[in-house]
């Protein structure tokens, strides 16, 4: 579920934040992620949490995007409600 989000995130991450020239892959963006977009490299783990943490994945995949670019309010809050909700559901 989250790996969706972050390779769309991969996709236009040379649009948001400046990439470092090193050997870009055409094939698999995330390769030498670290070193072409240090900044992302940082917290993309928080993006990836795995399968028992998908709602604190998307909260954390919806922070970064409220960072650099404007979100539909009313769809961060959903977001944010439903996150809420499969984290009661689930504990």
Known sequence: MESYAVG?????????????????????????????????????????QGYDRVPESALRILQYIEKVYPVNQRLAEEIRRLAGSCRQQYK
Do not use: C, T, W
């Open 8 to 48: 769309s995130i991969l996709k236009v991450l040379h649009l948001l934040e400046p990439e470092k020239a090193y050997f870009p892959d055409a094939f698999g963006l995330e390769r030498r992620l670290e070193k072409r977009h240090p900044q992302f490299a940082q917290i993309i783990g928080e993006m990836m």
